[in-house]
């Protein structure tokens, strides 16, 4: 087995609150300064910059894995991790679909805008991306899992946006692969309250919406090799793969 260091949750200029200098390339080079092997791209209720962003990666010794992350009707955050293409398109199509029609105003919140390799500007959405979709989390996570995707409560120690903030408990019946803690987040301190979690994987990200945040709070993955699948295992904690939120877990 190998361990990688892995960023879970990163942001492109894309998202409202992305800074510009947020460039699929400058993530994937400033992922690398930091020694970060996966890098997963997480636009608010968007995926338009994931296929950009690998295309950055070809050559370079580094995994992107592609997503979302999605606001529930609970105004909880959850990430989304999708297997290919096609289900990332099938993601797309379905964030078009139930994101309400609140128009952004790139002055109050920021630009939201698509690039190229060649960094021309080739959309921009109207709506804002930050709005909550009218699905519920369940709903969200049933359909992320019917696309083959893995679906992970975000930043689950936070006071706001995450879905222990919005409802009190993560609930039973649904289905995740996992939960994530932010940078100062503390399993320890997670599960002294909420202990149906001890079973469940826990990863840490970076949140990153700026270029010095990128790669700053990693969690580690213990795979064979990089790939959606060997992730999947890890997160399931299967055939001896598994997720670190430290080295000195190891």
């Given at each position: 087995?190998?361990?990688?260091?892995?960023?879970?949750?990163?942001?492109?200029?894309?998202?409202?609150?992305?800074?510009?200098?947020?460039?699929?390339?400058?993530?994937?080079?400033?992922?690398?300064?930091?020694?970060?092997?996966?890098?997963?791209?997480?636009?608010?209720?968007?995926?338009?910059?994931?296929?950009?962003?690998?295309?950055?990666?070809?050559n370079r010794d580094i995994f992107v894995l592609?997503?979302?992350?999605?606001?529930?009707?609970?105004?909880?955050?959850?990430?989304?991790?999708?297997?290919?293409?096609?289900?990332?398109?099938?993601?797309?199509?379905?964030?078009?679909?139930?994101?309400?029609?609140?128009?952004?105003?790139?002055?109050?919140?920021?630009?939201?805008?698509?690039?190229?390799?060649?960094?021309?500007?080739?959309?921009?959405?109207?709506?804002?991306?930050?709005?909550?979709?009218?699905?519920?989390?369940?709903?969200?996570?049933?359909?992320?899992?019917?696309?083959?995707?893995?679906?992970?409560?975000?930043?689950?120690?936070?006071?706001?946006?995450?879905?222990?903030?919005?409802l009190g408990f993560i609930p039973f019946d649904?289905?995740?692969?996992?939960?994530?803690?932010?940078?100062?987040?503390?399993?320890?301190?997670?599960?002294?309250?909420?202990?149906?979690?001890?079973?469940?994987a826990f990863t840490r990200s970076s949140d990153?919406?700026?270029?010095?945040?990128?790669?700053?709070?990693?969690?580690?993955?213990?795979?064979?090799?990089?790939?959606?699948?060997?992730?999947?295992?890890?997160?399931?904690?299967?055939?001896?793969?598994?997720?670190?939120?430290?080295?000195?877990?190891?």
């Amino acid at each position: 087995m190998n361990i990688y260091k892995a960023d879970l949750h990163t942001h492109t200029l894309f998202s409202p609150c992305g800074d510009l200098e947020m460039t699929p390339d400058n993530i994937i080079a400033l992922a690398l300064e930091q020694g970060v092997d996966v890098i997963a791209i997480t636009d608010h209720n968007s995926t338009r910059h994931c296929r950009l962003a690998e295309h950055y990666s070809h050559n370079r010794d580094i995994f992107v894995l592609c997503g979302a992350e999605i606001t529930t009707k609970e105004e909880a955050h959850c990430l989304a991790y999708m297997p290919d293409h096609e289900a990332l398109d099938k993601l797309q199509a379905y964030l078009d679909e139930h994101l309400p029609d609140i128009p952004n105003n790139p002055d109050i919140f920021g630009d939201q805008v698509q690039i190229d390799e060649d960094f021309n500007i080739i959309y921009e959405e109207p709506r804002l991306l930050t709005s909550a979709l009218d699905q519920s989390v369940n709903q969200v996570a049933d359909f992320v899992h019917s696309i083959g995707g893995l679906f992970v409560p975000a930043h689950i120690d936070k006071t706001t946006t995450s879905l222990i903030s919005q409802l009190g408990f993560i609930p039973f019946d649904l289905e995740y692969d996992a939960v994530e803690l932010s940078k100062h987040g503390q399993k320890d301190e997670i599960l002294k309250v909420h202990k149906y979690l001890k079973n469940k994987a826990f990863t840490r990200s970076s949140d990153a919406h700026l270029p010095d945040v990128v790669g700053t709070a990693p969690c580690y993955l213990e795979l064979e090799t990089r790939s959606f699948e060997e992730i999947a295992m890890a997160l399931h904690g299967e055939k001896g793969r598994r997720v670190l939120l430290s080295m000195d877990e190891k």
